[in-house]
């Protein structure tokens, strides 16, 4: 597919294009998810310190951002963290403020405007973010993976979710199927790769659901319920996401 419409830079690159990570909107993501106390704390900060792991692609016919992958370096541990997405950007800020670049990477968000979905520019930027992981020097592209649909299947477990498959054989997910695509392999489960906890009264105005019942309460955009307790006022939601590894031996 042709993709020569598009500018696809590091934002070591064009440090200019920095103010253009905020401009991905999209409405099917569920408010709460931006509330991942650790996440806020930690990217935004780290994505400015690590420029050269964050891939943007600009539409060159209009100017306006068209794709984003953001990757941080950060050291691994063996086996990989059951806590995922928040364990990789602990470690990445615990290297950073030590002073280093761990010596793994891992993918942690990626987005396509939401008019240019359907046209496989997510395989096409994960094939990029492999090429410029390997330019820096690493062996390995590690993702905690969040499946595009797992939502709709809120209570099915995740280490049978990723089982599914569809008729030709390739994952049913299509997140996971771009990963499989690009050569990645399965490594584990990761099961609360992210939790938030907020108050009741919160959570009301995120889903718009009263959340009256005592226990788990599918919601809105969640891979998994939300764990509900009205007698402390709180609810929690911990959700899992997939360890996938490409290896980038062929990708530089």
Not at 17 to 25: G, T
Not at 74 to 95: E, H, I, Q, R
Not at 137 to 144: E, I, R, V, W, Y
Not at 197 to 216: D, F, M, N
């Amino acid at each position: 597919m042709d993709f020569s419409w598009l500018d696809v830079t590091t934002l070591a690159e064009r440090p200019d294009r920095m103010p253009l990570v905020q401009q991905f909107d999209d409405p099917t993501v569920a408010p709460f998810l931006y509330q991942d106390p650790v996440s806020s704390a930690l990217f935004a900060d780290l994505i400015v310190r690590h420029p050269q792991y964050t891939v943007l692609a600009v539409d060159r016919r209009t100017e306006q951002p068209a794709a984003m992958v953001c990757t941080l370096p950060f050291t691994a541990p063996d086996p990989l963290p059951a806590g995922g997405y928040d364990a990789v950007l602990l470690a990445a800020a615990g290297d950073t403020l030590a002073g280093r670049a761990g010596p793994d990477v891992s993918a942690l968000f990626a987005t396509v405007r939401p008019d240019l979905r359907g046209r496989n520019l997510s395989g096409h930027m994960l094939d990029v973010v492999k090429r410029n992981a390997a330019r820096l020097g690493h062996t390995a592209l590690l993702a905690p993976v969040r499946p595009t649909n797992k939502h709709l299947h809120p209570t099915v477990p995740m280490r049978e979710y990723v089982t599914w498959r569809r008729a030709d054989g390739t994952a049913a997910d299509p997140w996971i199927r771009v990963h499989e695509r690009g050569g990645a392999q399965f490594v584990a489960v990761a099961p609360h790769s992210m939790t938030i906890v907020a108050e009741l009264e919160q959570w009301r105005a995120w889903t718009g659901l009263p959340l009256l019942t005592p226990g788990p309460t599918v919601v809105p955009g969640g891979l998994v319920p939300v764990h509900c307790d009205p007698d402390r006022g709180i609810a929690t939601y911990v959700e899992p996401n997939v360890w996938y590894r490409h290896t980038l031996a062929d990708a530089s």
